[in-house]
Nanobody
Framework: QVQLQESGGGLVQAGGSLRLSCATS????????MAWFRQAPGKGREFLVA???????????YYADSVEGRFTASRDDARIALYLQMNSLEPQDSAVYYC??????????????????WGQGTQVTVSS
């Protein structure tokens, strides 16, 4: 079992930045396929970025078109945490942001259904 805990959300003005963190605990998180999603009120869970561990501390990231260039995901050397640097935030980025993880990579990485583990989310509010 893997537990995920997000942090770093808050209130920021449009144009500002936030850095979200996702800490893992439980069985080893090494090699987990990890991602960020968000969900705004009344909307479905939206894929943002997925990261696939390759080897030797390197990974590949797959971004949604809506955030590529503004959001950057990273994983630490021990692959036990996932981060999301969010720049040039806009009011429409306001949502609850979730960290997700799965044991096996899937080309369907944009679908929330393939992820086994979820954090409880952290609220991001961007004021205009």
């Amino acid at each position: 079992q893997v537990q995920l805990q997000e942090s770093g959300g808050g209130l920021v003005q449009a144009g500002g930045s936030l850095r979200l963190s996702c800490a893992t605990s439980g069985r080893t998180a090494q090699g987990l396929f990890m991602a960020w999603f968000r969900q705004a009120p009344g909307k479905g869970r939206e894929f943002l970025v997925a990261t696939k561990w390759i080897a030797h501390g390197s990974y590949v990231a797959y971004y949604a078109d809506s955030v590529e260039g503004r959001f950057t995901a990273s994983r630490d050397d021990a692959r036990i945490a996932l981060y999301l640097q969010m720049n040039s935030l806009e009011p429409q980025d306001s949502a609850v942001y979730y960290c997700a993880a799965g044991s096996y990579f899937s080309t369907n990485y944009h679908s929330p259904t393939i992820y086994e583990y979820w954090g409880q989310g952290t609220q991001v509010t961007v004021s205009s």
